[in-house]
């Protein structure tokens, strides 16, 4: 085994296999793309990027069962039984191998607060002509508001041969459509906001046809997802803006995780993918502290009692910099500090009187050079972990006072930061870190609504301010995000028949008013299609100047960035 050649987090997922067999891997399964089989006789797989040369010949690698999806770029996608990890790290053309993560999902007056009608109308731009791929829960496709426009969906949640960009899922076009469902009704509600058709409640661009990815929420499931949508629509000479309006908190937070690299290498002229923020702002899920010269510190962090299986937290700091790490539980049983251990395998297992506890430090990232361990915390047996305050202790042994990022990783966030430790900023993971996204905050225009029941809903948001849940920037790495802000709170949007809303929340039979960063991001999708309406080949960076000049902070001039608003609330009126 190479050790060296996989992600800590990756490794520690292999080393609880290894020691613990199959029941080892189930918690594993949401943040590290383990997969297990239905069937006793097929291996456990998990959905891996690997890193390679661009023309790296991989098809040898078949023989260990290992199915990879693309057969050029640096950066694939592939399923492997876990057993061949061993295996596939020996390989001298794998530079590096990184886990799938599973991300998660993040219009009455909302459209004239950003003036896009009067600018619909002075140009007369509709969406006619360009696509717009929607990487989400999936879509109603028999609601009226998409009616004749959704091109394909590729389901890949159901069995089936799949596609050119990965063999699995179903491909569904014409009357097959109706056999995908969205049964959680997310990518419904993004997909009507970017594209509905509706006299109430229409979307942005109107005439803009659809191709569907209903995805499982791995990212590497998502990044075929993105060129699946780029390849159809190249087929068809036509345009695209991808929607993503989903993430996490498993990367750097700098845009060299796997999902913003690949999408930094499939956009271009005529290619844009729009992204969420994130919607952690009431969340203390990220720690940081500057641990000085030849000292020590202690990040705490609270887990409440009896709910959390399992912690992770994954950190970063500088190449230049060393540290060593222990933890130590409420009771106050401690580790040993742990060196980086840059040859060999990183992972070290620490049995306390009330946990099991993992650290993986390993040497620098070789993707971007700075130095990342993870260590994972579980209760003693089926336990869950031991509630109360915990403390991440960090001894700096380098000459220079070392600035530590860490991020809190559970299904449910709710173990997080406290005191001097919480760092209210640095909240937009992937893939809105990636460089040629444009990441999108979410403004208030809405705080009431009236529901099927003819009851009056009053949101506590403040009316025509950044959202109080859009996540902050700037990136780990100083760079600038989010990209801008667009509406993202009360938004009414299509509702999918197979979803289950509370009455709450629901208008009438056919639409529904939900709040986020997801919300906003096919707000500028929608834009960003009439945008490629009008010039075909507009790239990233075009898109996002002509964002930029057209975007403000209330009350500051025109051209500040802010970490929560980035250039500010977009209006559409002189685009």
Known sequence: MRHEKLSPGLLLAYQDYQSEGEPALITHKRSLGIVTSKSTVKPTKSVIFIYCDAEADLSDISRYGIEVNQNTGSV?????????????????????????????????????????????????????????????????????????????????????????????????????????????????????????????????????????????????????????????????????????????????????????????????????????????????????????????????????????????????????????????????????????????????????????????????DPVNGDHNFFVQVRGKGKTPVQGGIWQLRLRNISSTDTRLDVWTLDDASSVFFTGRSIKDSVKIGSPGAATNAVTVAAYTTKCNYTDIDAQAREMGMELHGISEFSSEGPLRNQAQKPDVAAPGAMIISTLSCSANFDRSMTINSKFVAMAGTSMATPFITGLVALLLQRDHQLDPAAVKELLRKNSSIPGKAAGTFDNKWGYGVINALNL
């Not at 993560?101 to 007369?124: C, E, N, Q």
């Not at 394909?152 to 041969?161: K, M, V």
């Not at 050119?164 to 990518?187: F, N, R």
Request: proline fraction near 6%; glycine fraction near 12%.
């Open 76 to 364: 694939r996608t592939a399923y492997l039984p876990i057993d061949g990890l061993d295996a596939l790290s020996e390989e001298a053309a794998v530079q590096r191998i990184k886990p799938s993560r599973k991300l998660k999902l993040a219009m009455d007056v909302a459209p004239g607060a950003v003036h896009i009608p009067d600018f619909k109308s002075k140009t007369g731009l509709t969406g006619k002509g360009v696509i717009i791929g929607i990487i989400d829960s999936g879509i109603d496709p028999k609601h009226p508001a998409f009616d004749g426009r959704i091109l394909s969906i590729w389901d890949q949640t159901l069995p089936g041969p799949g596609v050119i960009e990965g063999s699995y899922g179903a491909e569904l076009t014409g009357a097959q459509l109706t056999i995908s469902q969205d049964t959680d009704g997310h990518g419904t509600h993004v997909a009507g906001i970017a594209a509905g058709a509706d006299t109430t409640y229409g979307g942005v661009a109107p005439d803009a046809e659809l191709i569907i990815i209903k995805t499982d929420l791995q990212d590497a499931h998502i990044a075929d997802g993105i060129r699946y949508i780029f390849r159809v629509a190249s087929e068809l000479e036509r345009p695209a803006v991808v929607n993503l309006s989903l993430g996490g908190h498993a990367d750097g937070h700098d845009g060299s995780d796997s999902l913003s690299k690949i999408i930094d290498a499939e956009t271009g002229p005529g290619r844009i993918v729009c992204c969420a923020a994130g919607n952690e702002g009431n969340d203390n899920i990220h720690g940081q502290a500057t641990i000085p010269a030849n000292s020590t510190r202690g990040m705490r962090f609270n887990v409440p009692l009896n709910q959390v299986g399992i912690v992770w937290l994954n950190a970063w700091y500088s190449r230049n910099s060393e540290l060593e790490v222990s933890v130590r539980g409420p009771n106050g049983f401690v580790t040993p500090f742990q060196k980086i251990i840059a040859n060999g395998n990183p992972t070290q297992d620490y049995d306390l009187p009330d946990a099991q506890v993992q650290v993986a430090t390993p040497g620098a």
